[in-house]
């Protein structure tokens, strides 16, 4: 079975600091790497994927990821953040169905 | 993108009662959809899928008399918790895909706080 790991569960970091969100991931076969953003009182957005190729995936909002697969990792970063990304960020694997880790809270101090 | 709506909210209800969510997209057609439960400073858990005209697929653990689940049309999808009791309390969270775009891509509802008095 596949499963996602986010180390943690709140990162807060200042306005316009870089910031890296972790996810690890476990699978046994290939699988498709997502994040998605939460803002307050809103559905998940999809903010970039992985499904194969170039390791480093660009997403909306100036955001980006690396699929590591030696280290099973699809890290989210981030060189310089907003107020406006304050959210909850999720890490999913893609096999038959989608598996969510368990959310990060960005939250972006002036 | 797709938009997917979720009707309520938010809803308080006393133990013993039923509710139903209802899941609708709103500009295209969703063959299938998935309803998530959200605990809090937990991830999402995949509760069941369902495909329009089909018996829905749940998970193991999630209780298929108590969640209620129909997908009669290609734009709704209903979740019904049947005779809430406290531990039902939780955000729940549908999302629908269309036969048209890859499989990994799914459109993701507001979600719904539910709690049971």
């Known amino acids: 079975a596949q499963s996602v790991t986010q180390l943690d569960s709140q990162v807060p970091v200042f306005e316009e600091a870089p910031v890296e969100l972790r996810c690890n991931y476990s699978?046994?076969?290939?699988?498709?790497l997502f994040w998605y953003v939460q803002y307050p009182n809103q559905g998940l957005q999809l903010l970039l994927k992985?499904?194969?190729?170039?390791?480093l995936v660009k997403g909306i909002n100036g955001f980006e990821a690396e699929f590591n697969k030696s280290q099973t990792s699809f890290h989210l970063r981030k060189p310089s953040v907003h107020i406006s990304d304050t959210a909850e960020y999720f890490c999913?694997?893609?096999?038959?169905?989608?598996?969510f880790g368990a959310g990060t809270r960005l939250t972006v101090k002036p | 993108g797709a938009v997917v709506s979720q009707h309520p909210s938010r809803v308080i209800c006393k133990s013993g009662t039923s509710v139903k969510i209802e899941c609708r997209s709103l500009d295209f057609q969703a063959t299938t959809m998935f309803w998530y439960r959200q605990f809090p400073k937990k991830s999402l858990m995949l509760m069941a899928t369902?495909?329009?005209?089909?018996?829905?697929?749940?998970e193991q653990g999630v209780e298929k008399d108590k969640f209620l689940i129909n997908h009669a049309s290609l734009t709704l999808s209903t979740l019904t918790v049947t005779s809430a009791h406290p531990e039902d309390s939780s955000f729940y969270i549908c999302?629908?895909?269309?036969?048209?775009?890859?499989?990994?891509?799914?459109?993701f509802g507001p979600g719904t706080r539910l709690t049971v008095l």
């Open positions: 999302s629908a895909r269309s036969q048209r775009e890859d499989i990994d891509t799914q459109y």
């Open positions: 699978s046994s076969v290939s699988v498709y």
């Open positions: 992985y499904l194969s190729g170039s390791t």
């Open positions: 999913a694997v893609f096999y038959n169905d989608m598996r």
């Open positions: 369902s495909n329009e005209g089909s018996k829905a697929t749940y």
